[in-house]
Nanobody, 116 residues
Framework: QVQLVESGGGYVQPGGSLRLSCAAS????????MTWYRQAPGKQRELVAS???????TYADSVKDRFTISRDNVKNTAYLQMNSLSPEDTAVYYC??????????WGQGTQVTVSA
């Protein structure tokens, strides 16, 4: 059974940083596009950042220059480094693994709360 396990969420003050991790198991991690999404209360889930198997990255405009997505194909883990956090970044963050429009797996989510 494929598993994606997010970690690293928590409570942080505005301007602070967090690093999220998404550990994958039972997939050929290196061929998957890894994407972070987030969903704030009362809002739709939105794409935050994505990294392809070839390490091409894409970011939502709202997080460009603040967030960095990366991957370690040896550890089967994707990361999201989040800097200069603001209350608007408060959401549940989800990891997704995607391959060839056929295979798509989700993690359980990790809560990020940014508040003074």
């Amino acid at each position: 059974q494929v598993q994606l396990v997010e970690s690293g969420g928590g409570y942080v003050q505005p301007g602070g940083s967090l690093r999220l991790s998404c550990a994958a198991s039972r997939i050929t991690f290196s061929i998957y596009t890894m994407t972070w999404y987030r969903q704030a209360p009362g809002k739709q889930r939105e794409l935050v950042a994505s990294i392809t198997s070839g390490a091409t990255t894409t970011y939502a405009d709202s997080v460009k220059d603040r967030f960095t997505i990366s991957r370690d194909n040896v550890k089967n883990t994707a990361y999201l480094q989040m800097n200069s956090l603001s209350p608007e970044d408060t959401a549940v963050y989800y990891c997704n693994a995607y391959y060839l429009r056929t295979f798509s797996y989700w993690g359980q989510g990790t809560q990020v709360t940014v508040s003074a």
